[in-house]
């Protein structure tokens, strides 16, 4: 058997086997970013802006639950509830996390990567938020993400998709005890695994889908998130900040690299500044290095502006090129 025969038949069996993890390598010749569709990621966003307001607990955000359960499960992934009752300022309230891996093995391995996106919009009680870009553009996409992953089985089943219920506040600002709601209850989960089981990096992201894209990417942890630190340590677990910090330095220049490679730099940065959004606790308390592919500067930011005239299946399709780019060539062939 020559070389090149004995590394794809090494490579298929630690796929099929599941006893290691997948082998996936960067073919410059048929990659995944080439293959993401603007347009269906759009009918995925009008799918769920139609809706209507999809605030945590509410009807429509159970509707929205079923049809990504269902799209997903039309492309071969296998979805899991992580629900959870706790308290915020409208009382105790039902958050479900929705969770998906390729395959029907997918759940019986680890997996090296997460995509990552919330899916519910902002309460508002004086007018109609329908949330087009926050949360509607990053829900879709994500969908398109799957079916464009399906068609690399080995890059699929290396990553877990996940859908935060709760990002939003039911005040008017995210704090340390409103908001963030479902990826904190994922992290807290994570440290219920083994370490060698968690995975290794994620992406997160949010409002991707202006017209006028301009992501700036958060990459920053804000020092006042170290409370939930200092609270993992008391309770025996100790966060490596400064390796999180140091991953998501290299991943910031990895997404600077793919975004070059593709010729899209002029839509893709780095932000100055803290943003706080679900990457967060997986950053600080969970001790994964995710970063946030987000598009802030958009003035229909929660306002009843926030709707499908303001996307573009352009700006979806650049901000879908640039993930995969950054995952399949730089961060799943990487051991970090």
């Known amino acids: 058997m020559n070389h090149r025969l004995f590394s794809v038949f090494v490579a298929s069996v630690l796929f099929l086997t599941g006893c290691a993890e997948a082998v996936v390598s960067f073919d410059a010749t048929d990659t995944l970013e080439g293959k ?32 990504l359960e269902k799209e997903l499960a039309a492309l071969g992934w296998v979805t899991r509830r992580q629900t959870f ?43 109609e938020f329908v949330g087009a870009n926050d949360a509607g553009s990053s829900s879709g996409l994500l969908v398109e993400l799957a079916r464009v992953l399906g068609t690399k089985p080995a890059a699929a089943s290396a990553l877990e998709l996940v859908f935060f219920d709760g990002e939003e506040a039911f005040g008017t600002n995210i704090t340390a005890s409103d908001g963030l709601y479902g990826s904190k209850y994922y992290a807290a989960q994570v440290l219920l695994e083994k370490e060698k089981d968690r995975p290794r990096w994620g992406v997160l992201l949010d409002m991707v889908g202006d017209a006028d894209l301009n992501i700036r990417a958060g990459i920053l942890i804000p020092r006042s998130s170290l409370r939930d ?108």
């Open 36 to 67: 993401v569709a603007g347009e269906k990621a759009l009918a995925h966003v009008a799918a769920l802006v139609d809706f209507g307001p999809r605030p945590a607990g509410s009807e429509a955000l159970e509707k929205s639950r079923q049809y």
């Open 85 to 127: 009752t706790t308290k915020t300022p409208k009382g105790q309230v039902e958050f479900t996390n929705l969770r998906a891996r390729f395959g029907e093995s997918a759940w019986e391995a680890k997996v090296t990567g997460l995509l990552c996106s919330h899916y519910d919009t902002k309460l508002y009680d004086s007018f």
């Open 229 to 336: 630190l200092a609270k993992a340590q008391e309770d025996g677990y100790v966060v490596d900040i400064q390796r999180v910090e140091d991953t998501l330095q290299h991943m910031a220049r990895d997404l600077l690299s793919a975004a070059g490679d593709l010729d899209l730099r002029s839509h893709i940065g780095i932000s100055p500044d803290y943003v706080i959004d679900d990457h967060i606790p997986l950053n600080v308390v969970a001790g994964i290095p995710v970063i946030n592919l987000i598009d802030f500067d958009f003035p229909a930011w929660h306002t009843p502006a926030d709707t499908m005239d303001k996307l573009s299946a352009e700006s979806l399709e650049i901000s879908g090129r640039v993930t995969l780019m950054l995952v399949e060539k730089y961060l799943l062939p990487a051991k970090r």
